[in-house]
Nanobody, 124 residues
Framework: VQLQASGGGLVQAGDSLRLSCVAS????????MGWFRQVPGQEREFVAG????????DYLDSVKGRFTISRDIAKKAVYLQMNYLKPEDTAIYYC??????????????????WGQGTQVTVSS
């Protein structure tokens, strides 16, 4: 599967953004999907994940209650709705696909395909 992420931008603290990740190829339906983020000089970290069916989700503690991950099978898309953004949310955000697991993993190496990243910058 190939992934194309979009929706990043420059916003102020407290604002919202919606990231989108559109997949091409037949494996999207069978993939668990995740969103990760990375700040230059730091390791890539798990933000949110969603199971194949959409029934199971997982979130980084610091984004719980503010971010929501969802997927649209028909559109082959996964979304990350980000509300009440904080300056510490500033990073490049990546979507990723895991072909093997039924529920989302928080581990970077378990993901098989990655999008190109979209920059999110939150000013204070």
């Amino acid at each position: 599967v190939q992934l194309q992420a979009s929706g990043g931008g420059l916003v102020q603290a407290g604002d919202s953004l919606r990231l989108s990740c559109v997949a091409s190829g037949p494996t999207f339906t069978g993939s668990t999907m995740g969103w990760f983020r990375q700040v230059p000089g730091q390791e890539r970290e798990f933000v949110a994940g969603i199971s194949r069916s959409g029934a199971v989700t997982d979130y980084l503690d610091s984004v719980k209650g503010r971010f929501t991950i969802s997927r649209d099978i028909a559109k082959k898309a996964v979304y990350l709705q980000m509300n009440y953004l904080k300056p510490e949310d500033t990073a490049i955000y990546y979507c990723a696909a895991d072909y093997d697991r039924l529920t989302p993993s928080r581990s970077v190496p378990t993901y098989d395909a990655w999008g190109q990243g979209t920059q999110v910058t939150v000013s204070s």
